[in-house]
């Protein structure tokens, strides 16, 4: 079965510390995965995007790995602050652009 | 600017009556739109895939009967729930996914049965 897991379910941190957040997907057979960003009750931003031939992609603060052979994706964002607040999901991409998601992580970043 | 629009933002509705939902994407043709649904403190699961010109293809366990899709063209897909029972109540999220690229979303809509 295809399952993708994100660890922890939720996090909360100081401001300014580093947010590590964590993403396993079973099937290697991906196109691709993503990071996105929900705010509560609104929809999705998409964070990163990382092509199965890829290792890592970097925006900013953030950066993300990807090691599709043990099925594993890390986000990083660096220097956390008040406005990371949300709940991060990782989604890859299977056959036919189906996007299957984990249940995301809840991140607080307090001041 | 937005890709995607996504109307209404929330609805409120009793019990048996029938609820559309429009996805619009604003800068280009999409051939395919997927229809999300997310409960709460779950993650979104795949409903269906809503394509251009011809029949939606639906998710296991998901009624094609009660979530009608008709993607009547290249830029408006929309998803009607039927008779609609407070278990209906839930987050619905479209998306596009432009070639080679991450999919866009809409802001999805709210939707609470009574």
């Known amino acids: 079965k295809q399952e993708v897991t994100q660890i922890p379910a939720a996090l909360s941190v100081p401001e300014g510390e580093n947010l590590v957040l964590n993403c396993s997907f079973t099937?290697?057979?991906?196109?691709?995965l993503q990071w996105f960003r929900q705010d509560p009750g609104k929809g999705l931003t998409s964070l990163l995007l990382?092509?199965?031939?890829?290792r890592e992609q970097t925006s900013g603060r953030l950066n993300a790995s990807l090691d599709k052979s043990s099925g594993r994706s890390t986000l990083y964002i660096a220097a956390s602050q008040p406005g990371d607040s949300a709940t991060y999901l990782c989604a890859v991409t299977r056959r036919w652009g189906k996007l299957q998601f984990g249940a995301g992580t809840q991140v607080v970043v307090t001041p | 600017g937005a890709v995607v629009s996504q109307h209404p933002s929330w609805v409120i509705c009793k019990s048996g009556t029938s609820v559309k939902i429009e996805c619009r994407s604003l800068d280009f043709q999409a051939t395919t739109m997927f229809w999300y649904r997310q409960f709460p403190k779950q993650s979104l699961m795949l409903m269906a895939t809503s394509n251009e010109g011809s029949k939606a293809t639906y998710e296991q366990g998901v009624e094609k009967d009660k979530f009608l899709i008709n993607h009547a063209s290249l830029t408006l897909s929309t998803l009607t729930v039927t008779s609609a029972h407070p278990e209906d109540s839930s987050f619905y999220i479209c998306?596009?996914?432009?070639?080679?690229?991450?999919?866009?979303f809409g802001n999805g809509t709210r939707l609470t049965v009574t």
């Open positions: 099937d290697s057979a991906i196109y691709n």
């Open positions: 990382i092509q199965s031939s890829q």
């Open positions: 998306s596009v996914p432009l070639e080679g690229g991450p999919l866009h």
